[in-house]
């Protein structure tokens, strides 16, 4: 009974078709719900986003922010604005003005002269785990090319876990298991 049998197999296959040619609604939904669903997750919902607005956190506006900035402002994924102090930053990244803040610490040009790494902190929005993921992943590719450490922090959903931070609409397309 557990085997897998092909006469079962045809026979609900047949009655299922009987099924559809009676009703053509349900033939239109068998056509018409994945050809929606093709459209809505391949062009409509955009995992790839570009020009993430950003704020940058900076006391001094040395050459090396400013090379980082071009650098980060090159990859097509940050508009970065500057923001004046710490709770300026962190309001703006509550209220969801900027997904990225970027914080060069004081002393960040004598550090980098003198040989150290000092380390650049990025905070970053992290309710929609899809929209930040290609952005940081772009911030992780420069860490070669800058005389820095640049660390990552996640406010809101620290292990960028998608199914809790999902859109409501996502949630209401897909069916239930």
Not at 52 to 70: C, F, K, M, R, W
Not at 137 to 146: A, D, E, K, P
């Amino acid at each position: 009974m557990n085997r897998f049998s092909w006469g079962r197999f045809l026979a609900v296959l047949h009655r299922e078709w009987i099924q559809v040619r009676r009703d053509p609604m349900t033939l239109r939904l068998i056509i018409a719900l994945p050809v929606m669903q093709l459209f809505l997750f391949g062009y409509a919902i955009n995992t790839d986003p570009k020009h993430l607005p950003t704020g940058l956190l900076s006391s001094e506006h040395s050459q090396y922010v400013g090379t980082i900035v071009a650098a980060l402002r090159n990859t097509g994924y940050y508009d970065i604005r500057p923001l004046a102090s710490e709770e300026a930053a962190e309001r703006a990244l509550a209220e969801g003005e900027v997904l990225f803040v970027i914080n060069v610490p004081p002393n960040f040009e004598r550090s980098v002269d003198r040989g150290e790494t000092p380390a650049i902190l990025v905070d970053a929005d992290a309710t929609d785990p899809s929209a930040i993921g290609n952005a940081t992943q772009r911030r992780r590719s420069l860490r070669s090319h800058r005389p820095s450490t640049v660390t990552c922090r996640r406010s809101c959903n620290p292990n960028p876990q998608s199914r809790r931070f999902s859109s409501s609409f996502t949630l209401g397309i897909t069916p239930s298991s």
